[in-house]
């Protein structure tokens, strides 16, 4: 069998094996103790040539239903939008995508600048002065967010809003484990955080409280009311954790006095790819600056004086820090982050905010629609992209019979709320159009009778 | 290209300038001012470049012009297995239905990703050797802190709490004890012994009631092969504790030994080195963890399973640690992955290390003759040499490997592991053929022979770069982290 990627021939490694002075490639393995070694031959699939594995791959892809074939009003966190061209065309550049971490300064000044754009536009949207160069995704970032609170104000109990991502919430529960946090769960009314009870739960013991902006219901958090009550404890840190897209309409969490602003960027030119990889960011204040997990570019200068970009900061990260570390984050979402990068840059400052309008404009008409058809839309404050509406069956029955009118329905609240039996997240963003919606409104009408 | 700055995209902008290309408006329009509260609707819109479709691909390739990649040259950065990154894998990566397929589908619907998934769990079981695995984790120390959880869980389960501490090699990558920390508990240092390896005494002293693992990459970081390591495995189970292994340097083994079968309960792969996940310029990556059958109860959720010939998600796993991140890991890079090892085989992977081991040990004795190498021994697939020669000499390892600037190479990971002084650690991968290996060697020898008779050329190095040496005190000490408009 013949190996493309293996370039030694025979003569090769005869050569070496005479340079080395070993009469065969296994003398170099005879450290490996016998009674350890693995005998015989790995039981793997045999290997293919290119063109049958790309033929294989292609049936296995074609076994998936995909958003482009299907009509889709799923959210919950991961949405379909528009990807400018331009976006796959850059990170195909291979001087980026075959690229590791910019350690080295003088050759990565691409990758280097990248970041610190990417920082700057991050900074810009949350209305936040610092900006990592990526995290995870949304959820990770959040639960780092988490501990970062609890380390900075030395208290050990979080305050998390039941209108935060349920799988957030999951992650942050896990990350929390480790550093011994106690999270306490703030409730719902009509969708929203509950203020009173987040009022009654706040004390000089709270090292946090988190809320989602627009919340998992896609309604949109009093974030104003919420800081009025967070700061009346001097150290509780504010973190939200935000859909960085709905902040080209809304006001942005820095303009409310927010410690950490978290949330992830798959909204800017990253595709659903069944959930990974997204890319996370993390926003904070200068305050936190030295404290932020994951890396940091800095603007600089060289002997010369050129204008250029370094990693900075680097004390606060496991490389230098060891056990001592803000985070043991290493490996980040860089490519993504560019992604994300160029997709900003083609949605540009004038149209960030059309986009955003443009999301609640058709999630709109679809809500209205739906009250026309009968249909009972629950929770009436003010929304993103995404609403509830309440069915007569349950959710998975009813999106089995939307699947095979060529529909993907919307998310199963009953999957993470108990109470919420039969209502469906329903997720419309600007590639929905107003022939599909009114199909989907129809279809949805017809079944739930 | 001459040494001036690059402009940002920002400074690109010029108001009123656009390349978006939206859908139109086709719905009944509603006054979206009029609902929400004035507070809540943005005055200042972000300050987002505005440029044309022009102006960002310009602006981007030149980006990627100042930038080297694998495709770009040799890349030796030992500990990153920076092997080329086949084109397959970009090419299957963006079939629509992997690309656009949502996690909250339901199940039925994408049977051919979950099918992959599961394919792929199944072969890094047999690779590795272990009972089961997930793939929920989105890079290595994600990896780690993972499998540090479940053990912590798998302690706690049997009502033991007293397992505070996580032992690793004074060698160990900084995410070992990072993760260690970030799981709960205390990272205690084992010694290195005089041939580079783990000092069995030490670690005899520092094994206890207290120990939760012992982590260990092996081989270890300086290249070389922890054989003892059943006797390690003895000592740490004797005590009540877990073997935990670093999988980063699995390049060296496929097909030769496995983490399972050297005794060892849960073990972590970086999908981004050894099965060529691209680095992406620091990621995304995927950091799959495989544990032992004691541990598979622990788990994050979801575990994809297979029931009567469909997959599914199970969630249904009571003594799991919980969720470690949202969805299903880094699916696009396991696909990468899986393309990989589908293209390989058994024979093939086997070759991989072999080649891999093979290239380090070639380059190794070649340049035993000009720089120090401390653990003279066959190394695996990387070797650590030291600059202690050259620094005598003036010069050091900083500046060496800024000298491999000029000649087009990017230079070995240097200053790590920590135990060795000046230290530059090599990785060749297997997949760079003997021309640049001995290519790079030459470059070296001469780079030595220049410390020898000008070693000013060594010091004031690169020459050759768009820009010099970066002040990075002052980007420390003066932090400027984002663009701001003059």
Known sequence: MEFRYLPMTETDKKEMLHSIGVKSTDELFSDIPDNVRFKGELDLKNPVNEYELKKELTAMANKNANLKQYSSFLGAGVYDHFIPSVVDHVISRSEFYTAYTPYQPEISQGELQAIFEFQTMISELTGMPVANSSMYDGGTSLAEAVNLSAAQTKKKKVLVSKSVHPESRAVIETYARGQGVEIVEIGLIDGLTDLKQLDEELDDTIAGVVVQYPNFFGQIEPLQKIEELIKQQKKTMFIVSSNPLALGYLTPPGEFGADIVVGDTQVFGIPAQFGGPHCGYFATTEKLMRKVPGRLVGQTKDEDGVRGFVLTLQAREQHIRRDKATSNICSNQALNALASSVAMSSIGKQGIKKMATLNMQKARYAKSRMKEANLEVVFESPFFNEFVVKLSSSVDDINNKLFNKGIIGGYDLERDYPELKGHMLVAVTEIRSKEEIDTFVKELGDING | ?486
């Not at chain 2, 819109?45 to 044309?52: F, G, I, N, T, W």
């Not at chain 2, 909250?104 to 890094?124: F, I, N």
């Not at chain 2, 030490?202 to 094994?207: A, E, I, P």
């Not at chain 2, 790079?440 to 020898?452: G, K, P, W, Y």
Request: with cysteine.
């Open chain 2, 1 to 486: 290209m001459a040494n001036q700055d690059f402009p940002l995209i920002f400074e690109r902008s010029k108001e009123g300038r656009t390349s978006y290309s939206l859908p139109e408006l086709d719905v009944t329009e509603f006054d979206l001012d009029a609902e929400l509260e004035d507070v809540y609707i943005r005055k200042n819109a972000p300050d987002l470049p505005e440029v044309s479709e022009l102006d960002i691909m310009r602006h981007y390739t030149g980006l990627s012009n100042r930038n080297y990649g694998v495709d770009s040259g040799f890349y030796p950065l030992g500990s990153c297995t920076m092997k080329y990154n086949p084109k397959i894998n970009e090419d299957v990566a963006r079939l629509e239905g992997f690309t656009h397929i949502h996690p909250y589908q339901d199940p039925k619907t994408v049977q051919g990703a979950m099918e992959m998934l599961y394919d792929l769990q199944t072969s890094l079981k047999e690779i590795t050797g272990m009972y089961e695995v997930s793939l929920q984790s989105a890079a290595g120390a994600h990896g780690e802190w993972t499998a540090l959880m479940m053990i912590r869980a798998f302690h706690e389960s049997n009502g033991d709490y007293e397992r505070t501490k996580v032992i690793v090699p004074d060698s160990a990558h900084g995410t070992n004890p990072a993760s260690a920390a970030v799981a709960g508990f205390e990272a205690v240092t084992v010694k290195s012994n005089e041939a580079g390896l783990v000092d069995l005494e030490d670690l005899k002293r520092v094994v206890g009631r207290d120990t939760a693992a012992l982590m260990l990459t092996n081989p270890n970081t300086l290249g070389l092969f922890e054989k003892e390591i059943l006797q390690m495995a003895e000592i740490v189970h004797g005590a009540g504790g877990k073997l935990y292994y670093d999988g980063a340097n699995l390049n060296a083994i496929m097909g030769y030994v496995r983490p399972g079968d050297m005794g060892f309960d849960a073990v972590h792969l970086n999908l981004h080195k050894t099965f060529t996940g691209p680095h992406g310029g620091g990621g995304p990556g995927s950091g799959p963890v495989g544990v032992s059958k004691e541990l598979e109860p622990f788990l994050p959720k979801p575990v994809i399973t297979k029931k009567d010939d469909a997959y599914v998600f199970d969630i249904d796993r009571p003594q799991s640690i919980g969720r470690i991140k949202p969805y299903y890991g880094n699916f696009g890079i396991n696909l990468r992955a899986y393309t990989y090892i589908r293209t390989m085989g058994a024979e093939g992977l086997k070759k991989v290390s072999e080649f891999a081991v093979l290239n380090a040990n070639y380059m190794m004795r070649k340049l035993e003759k000009e720089y120090e190498l401390p653990y003279p021994q066959h190394c695996k697939h990387e070797f650590v040499l030291s600059g202690s020669r050259q620094k005598k000499l003036g010069v050091r390892t900083l500046d060496i490997a800024k000298r491999l600037l000029d000649f087009n190479y990017h230079p070995p990971t240097i200053y790590f592991p920590l135990n060795v002084e000046e230290g530059l650690m090599i990785e060749p991968t297997e997949t760079e053929s003997k021309e640049t290996l001995d290519g790079f060697i030459d470059t070296m020898l001469t780079i030595a022979e220049e410390v020898r008779n000008n070693p000013e050329i060594v010091q004031e190095a690169p020459h050759t770069t768009i820009v010099k040496r970066m002040d990075e005190a002052t980007a420390a000490r003066k932090p400027i982290l984002r663009y701001n408009k003059q």
